[in-house]
């Protein structure tokens, strides 16, 4: 247990939908990232936030947004949902703002199915 | 574009046999990281090796890095079922603060 928590775990919805994505990140941990993983792909990298405010940005489109929130919780909100945006979510917590100074706790993930 | 490439895609061996991973990335990084994945569950971290580390172990598990061609290799020792996973590389670029560049993975079975 990495002590991150996402939720839902499973999703499926329609095309034109819109769905929210929750991540509690480990306690004491400050950044939050999120990542989409397609089918037997890779990560790629959305976006991250340290302590609620935005640090850096991927490849997230503009049908894509996330936040913050004061108590560290991030949402990562997906609008006008096609086919190709099928995948796992992922959000991942560090204690600190770079990522590549040390490593990343992961959830389980959240499996989005757009029908 | 992918900074960090696994090879081989895939990966099948016997049980007890020795699995070695390799990535390859195009720029020059502070430190790359490895990442396990079952099947659709979240990435464990593996190991850290920084730039001017050559080689790290941890259990079972021996990381080198070689900064002049860019590579670095994971090898797993008397592998077992419970192997049998995604393995990813993820490289920190210099200059590049704030994001890891990930491999597409490879997908690594372990055989009874």
């Known amino acids: 247990d990495s002590g991150v928590t996402q939720t839902p775990k499973h999703l499926i919805t329609a095309t034109g939908q819109r769905v929210t994505l929750r991540c509690s990140p480990r306690?004491?941990?400050?950044?939050v990232y999120w990542y989409q993983q397609s089918l037997d792909q890779g990560l790629q990298f959305l976006i991250q936030?340290?302590?609620?405010?935005?640090?850096a940005k991927g490849n997230i489109l503009e049908r894509f947004s996330a936040q913050q929130f004061p108590d560290l919780h991030s949402e990562l909100n997906l609008s006008s949902l096609e086919l190709g945006d099928s995948a796992l979510y992922f959000c991942?917590?560090?204690?600190?703002?770079?990522?590549?100074?040390?490593?990343?706790?992961f959830g389980e993930g959240s499996r989005l199915t757009v029908l | 574009s992918q900074q960090g490439e696994e090879d081989p895609q895939a990966l099948s061996i016997q049980e007890g046999e020795n699995a070695t991973m390799n990535c390859s990335y195009k720029?020059?990084?502070?430190?790359l990281q490895w990442y396990r994945q079952n099947s659709g569950r979240g990435l464990v971290h593996l190991i850290l090796?920084?730039?001017n580390e050559r080689e790290k172990h941890s259990g079972r598990l021996r990381v080198t890095l070689d900064t002049s061609k860019k590579s670095s290799s994971l090898l797993i020792t008397a592998s077992r079922a419970a192997d049998t996973a995604s393995y990813f590389c993820?490289?920190?670029?210099?200059?590049?603060?704030?994001?890891?560049?990930w491999g597409a993975g490879t997908k690594l079975i372990i055989k009874p």
């Open positions: 936030y340290y302590n609620g405010e935005e640090r």
């Open positions: 306690s004491g941990d400050l950044s």
């Open positions: 720029t020059s990084i502070n430190n």
């Open positions: 090796i920084r730039s």
């Open positions: 993820a490289t920190a670029p210099v200059g590049s603060n704030y994001q890891l560049i």
């Open positions: 991942a917590s560090s204690v600190v703002g770079r990522p590549n100074t040390g490593e990343l706790f």
